[in-house]
């Protein structure tokens, strides 16, 4: 699959690499541990145009193809997950969006500053009650003239706490269940928006993800992303990008752990020899490194099905959500695999691995649990909606 990069990728992947492993290795404990929010990093990945890679340059973004994009997160998530999941929200769910539901007004007032990693933006669906079953949400709102006024609380919002747009997704009209939602570019600097708790995670402790609370906010109707009642569509749509995303995000993780931990297996001793030189060892790194190249071969031609679609219009849901299932239980095998290969260590806090484990296990949980990749991977499978 690597014969498929052209000099042009190489070229930006090892930008990418050194960046990382200059600027977000270094600091990802610390984030990890105090789940501060890393600014910093983030503004420099603004600056290197890696906030909005795959949107064009007059709006802000670099101007590059999705196998550009899954490099490039592949690349950041190697040095950390919860850098990569910044940018990959940022990229795929909210510039992604914007890029081709937007009006041209709502492109040059939102996508310009968040593709350009002047603002933060974030994506909106899920609540307390509405995971994977968006028809079920309780978000409403009401339109009243020019404006909609929305009350509701969402849920998991990624960048929330600092996110400066977001795209968020109500119910226009609930007898429709999933044709009654609308989609809404939300400014959050205005009166009834507010920042509910932060959520203590397991992982990606530097991804800062909160609940958004909605108190009579009124959205003027030029911010409905899209004709009402065309939310869903968007929500899926904007999901499919989005899957790819992490699925490389997955694939970074992985490749870290393995790369860890063949390096630890030539290391250590035990026995009078490396542990690299037992069978059983062996037999785990044969099977990391299977697992890491196949999930790189779907997570690519994930990326080629979504570039080729640029030009037909054809949808590549199904290319998503293989590697996105695939690459994200890679990513939580492979650092389990991991943690075993370097015992007590594996469970410090000194080495990254423990880190690994547990950022890797989000790839398998948000923008469609695997339980989901696997029902819409069927639903293609047997030719059924």
Known sequence: MDLLLTAEHEMLRQTVRDFAQKEIAPIAAHHDETG?????????????????????????GAGLDTVSYVLAIEEI?????????????????VCHGLLHFATEEQK???LVPVASGQKIGAYSLTEPMSGSDAATMRTRAVRQGDDYVINGRKSWVTS?????????????????????????????????????????????????TCECVYEDYRCPVANR?????????????????????????????????LEASLAY????????????????????????????????????????????????????????????LYASETAMWVTTKAVQIHGGMGYSKELPI????????????????????????????????
């Open 36 to 60: 501060e929010f890393p600014f910093e990093t983030v503004k420099k990945m603004g600056e290197l145009g890696l906030m909005g890679l795959e949107v064009p340059e007059e709006y802000g």
């Open 77 to 93: 998530a190697r040095a950390d997950v919860a850098h990569s999941t910044i940018t990959s929200v940022n990229n795929s769910l």
């Open 108 to 110: 040059r007032k939102y």
């Open 160 to 208: 929330g706490p600092v996110a400066g747009v977001i795209i968020l997704f109500a119910m226009t009209d609930p007898d429709k269940k999933h044709r009654g939602i609308t989609a809404f570019i939300i400014d959050t600097d205005k009166p009834g928006f507010v920042r509910g708790k932060v959520e203590p995670k397991l992982g990606i402790r530097a991804s800062a």
């Open 225 to 257: 992303l899209g004709a009402e009642g065309e939310g869903f569509k968007i929500a899926m749509t904007v999901l499919d990008a989005g899957r790819i995303g992490i699925a490389a995000q997955a694939l970074g993780v992985a490749e870290a752990a």
């Open 265 to 324: 297996a030539k290391e250590r001793q035990a026995f009078g020899q490396s542990i690299a030189e037992f069978q059983g060892i062996q037999w785990m790194l044969a099977d990391m490194g299977t697992r890491v190249e196949a999930a790189r071969m779907l997570t690519y031609r994930a990326a080629l099905a979504k570039e080729a679609a640029k030009k037909t219009g054809a949808r590549y849901t199904a290319e998503a959500a293989m590697a996105k």
């Open 354 to 385: 423990e880190r690994y484990f547990r950022d890797a296990k989000i790839t398998e949980i948000y923008e469609g649990t695997s339980e989901i990749q696997r029902l819409v991977i069927a639903r293609h499978l047997l030719g059924t909606k």
